[in-house]
């Protein structure tokens, strides 16, 4: 894998864990560095990192603690 795409996955020791549960994104990332935003894309929809699902696990939080008052 190039330096480059290295030192840009060693910012989240979480990204180097999700290249080990899934080895065909080090295959990717070696032969075609390019395609590191949809590593980055497809990390976050699967670690539920998106502005969207915290939002959506903020409001759940919300009307659970709504049902329990």
């Not at 080895?23 to 390019?34: D, G, K, M």
């Not at 976050?44 to 659970?64: A, F, G, Q, T």
């Amino acid at each position: 894998m190039r330096n480059d795409v290295i030192m840009l996955l060693s910012k989240d020791q979480d990204y180097f864990i999700y290249l080990r549960e899934n080895p065909y994104w080090h295959r990717e990332l070696s032969f075609n560095p390019s395609s590191l935003k949809r590593f980055i894309e497809e990390y976050k929809i699967k670690r539920r990192k998106r502005l969207i699902d915290k939002v959506e696990d903020i409001s759940m939080m919300l009307s659970l603690a709504k049902e329990l008052m």
